[in-house]
C-alpha cells in the first residue's frame, strides 16, 4: 500500500519562499514517479511539477519555471518543491501525486496526497 503525505504550506507574502516536502512510503522499487499538482478554487488542477526518482526525467510548468525547484533527497526519500519569488496566483492548495513508471506528463497518478495550503498575499 503506497502511501503519500506532503507538508509544508502556509502563508507568505508576495516574493517570499516556501518549502514542500513529500514522503511517498510503500513502492515496492526505489523509482517512481513524483508529481506536485496545485488546484485554486474555481480553477482546474494544474500540474506543477514532476520528477522521477531514477533521476532520467524533471518537468517544470511554464508558469514557474526558474521560480520553483523539484529534487529528491535520498536519505530520507523526500521529493521537495522549493518555491521561490512567490506571487499572488500561486495560491492554491498543492498536492503530491506518486505512481509506479513510466513517468511523463501523459500519465495518470495512482496515489495522492491530502493537500497542504499555499497562501501568497501581495
Known amino acids: 500500500q503506497v502511501h503519500v503525505v506532503e507538508s509544508g504550506g502556509g502563508s507568505v507574502q508576495a516574493g517570499g519562499s516556501l518549502r514542500l516536502s513529500c514522503t511517498a512510503s510503500?513502492?515496492?522499487?526505489?523509482?517512481?514517479?513524483v508529481g506536485w499538482f496545485r488546484q485554486a478554487p474555481g480553477k482546474e488542477r494544474e500540474d506543477v511539477a514532476g520528477?522521477?526518482?531514477?533521476?532520467?526525467?524533471?518537468f517544470y510548468a511554464q508558469s514557474v519555471s526558474g521560480r520553483f525547484r523539484i529534487s529528491r533527497e535520498k536519505s530520507n526519500n523526500t521529493i521537495y518543491l522549493q518555491m521561490d519569488s512567490l506571487k499572488p496566483e500561486d495560491t492554491a492548495m498543492y498536492y503530491c501525486?506518486?505512481?509506479?513508471?513510466?513517468?511523463?506528463?501523459?500519465?495518470?497518478?495512482?496515489?495522492w496526497g491530502q493537500g497542504t495550503q499555499v497562501t501568497v498575499s501581495s
Open positions: 501525486a506518486a505512481k509506479n513508471p513510466p513517468c511523463g506528463r501523459r500519465f495518470q497518478y495512482d496515489y
Open positions: 510503500g513502492f515496492t522499487s526505489s523509482t517512481y514517479c
Open positions: 520528477i522521477s526518482t531514477g533521476g532520467d526525467w524533471v
